[in-house]
Nanobody, 121 residues
Framework: QVALAESGGGLVQAGGSLRLSCVASGAIYSINDMGWYRQAPGKQRELVAFIPNSGRANYADSVKGRFTISRDTPKNTVSLQMNSLKPEDTAVYYC???????????????WGQGTLVTVSS
């Protein structure tokens, strides 16, 4: 099993910045995409950004120009630098990683526990 450990959430004023980090550990054979999702109260979980291990980053329109996703593939880490934060960015942010499962020979999506980001006006 692959475990994801997230850190960096907290309370910040509008216009401020936070950096979220995630480290994958456990029985890792390979990881393809890593990314970040978020879920605001009463809303569905939505994709924020994801990045393949050897490809371009992809962003939701709502965060383009403000957020930057990056990864260190050998260290199995992914980060999300969030600048110019807005109150509507308030949500629980989840790290995700698609890892290869040796028993099923398939890539499966793993999820972190989530870290709360609260942006005040």
């Amino acid at each position: 099993q692959v475990a994801l450990a997230e850190s960096g959430g907290g309370l910040v004023q509008a216009g401020g910045s936070l950096r979220l980090s995630c480290v994958a550990s456990g029985a890792i054979y390979s990881i393809n995409d890593m990314g970040w999702y978020r879920q605001a109260p009463g809303k569905q979980r939505e994709l924020v950004a994801f990045i393949p291990n050897s490809g371009r980053a992809n962003y939701a329109d709502s965060v383009k120009g403000r957020f930057t996703i990056s990864r260190d593939t050998p260290k199995n880490t992914v980060s999300l630098q969030m600048n110019s934060l807005k109150p509507e960015d308030t949500a629980v942010y989840y790290c995700s990683a698609d890892s290869f499962d040796i028993e099923t020979a398939r890539f499966l999506t793993n999820w972190g526990q989530g870290t709360l980001v609260t942006v005040s006006s």
